[in-house]
Each structure stands twice: as structure tokens, then as C-alpha cells.
């Protein structure tokens, strides 16, 4: 693609699609190539230690944290906090870093063929108030699920970044009392 259609593209983008958010407006421009894209999920855990889950209309079926990708100007920080108030109704208090996941094997390519790798900053709490309530332009259910006892059928990504948790916090066993 030559510096003139790029530009073209880019004057065209500006010229009336400001309704659309950062990544639709990109992928007008690159159509289904590979980007790279930054994103945030959360660990909401609840006083029994359960963490919150949203079955996901993409991949279909499968359960993973509430989380989504970074719009212009956002910080992880907040890009979690929106994502999580737009899927589940929550407010957040206060966000721990967990890690920063990247690489060949944070690759997705969606139903429609986008291409990317996600670089996603995963964060857990304890803090959250507000009524669950579904969005269900992206969710089937959302459900609180203890950590040893996750669904099978998760978000591959999702379910290392529950692994490493568990393995920074584990989970005592109780004790037989003689």
C-alpha cells in the first residue's frame, strides 16, 4: 500500500467516522491483517474466594474473565474498569497487578477474520459493587466460580492467568481435625 492511499484512507476515516470506536475505525483502514492491540481483564473475587466469569459470545461458549481491549487515551487501568462496568454492571475498587501477558501465544483471530496479538494487563480485587447484570451483546451468563473448580471450556490465555494467581495465592487445604 503506497504513503498516498494510506493517507487517503486516513483522510477519509477522519472525514464522518468519528461514531465508531478506535479498532473499528483501524481495522476500516488495515482491513483483517495481524495488529497488535492492548487489552485488560480482571479477576473479580469474591468474600468465598470465587471469581467472577462471563460465558462469551466469542469464542462461543467459552467462559473468561470480564476484560476487553484499550479505546485511545485510556490507560489498562481504566480500560478494565470501563470493560468490566459495560459486561457485567460492576463498579471496581482497588486493582492489583497480576502480570502482562504477550506473545506468539496471546495470538486471536476472531469469527470475522481480524488478526492480532493482544498485550493484556490482567488485574484482580476484591473490591466491586453494583448489581450483576449480563450485557448480552457479549455475554450468555456470568457466574462466580471457585478457582478449583473452573469450567472446562475457558478462554485458553484466561486460563493461565487463573493458574498464576492460584499458584501467588494458594489455596490452603483445610486441615482434618483429630
Do not use: C
Amino acid at each position: 500500500m503506497s504513503i498516498r492511499s494510506v493517507l487517503t484512507s486516513f483522510q477519509n476515516w477522519e472525514r464522518g467516522h468519528n461514531q465508531l470506536g478506535y479498532i473499528e475505525e483501524l481495522r476500516e483502514i488495515v482491513g483483517n491483517r495481524p495488529l497488535i492491540l492492548v487489552g485488560a481483564v480482571v479477576m473479580v473475587l469474591n468474600e468465598k474466594n470465587e471469581v467472577l466469569l462471563q460465558q462469551r459470545r466469542f469464542p462461543h461458549g467459552a467462559w473468561g474473565l470480564p476484560g476487553g481491549l484499550m479505546e485511545l487515551a485510556e490507560s489498562t487501568e481504566e480500560t478494565a474498569r470501563r470493560e468490566v462496568e459495560e459486561e457485567t454492571s460492576l463498579q471496581l475498587g482497588k486493582l492489583h497487578l497480576l502480570n502482562v501477558y504477550s506473545g506468539a501465544d496471546q495470538y486471536v483471530q476472531a469469527e470475522n477474520g481480524d488478526e492480532f496479538y493482544v498485550v493484556t494487563t490482567a488485574y484482580y480485587t476484591y473490591e466491586f459493587e453494583g448489581f450483576l447484570k449480563a450485557d448480552p451483546s457479549e455475554s450468555i451468563q456470568l457466574a462466580f466460580f471457585p478457582l478449583e473448580g473452573l469450567p472446562e471450556i475457558m478462554v485458553r490465555s484466561h486460563h493461565q492467568m487463573l493458574r498464576d494467581y492460584k499458584d501467588l495465592f494458594p489455596v490452603e487445604e483445610e486441615k482434618e481435625q483429630f
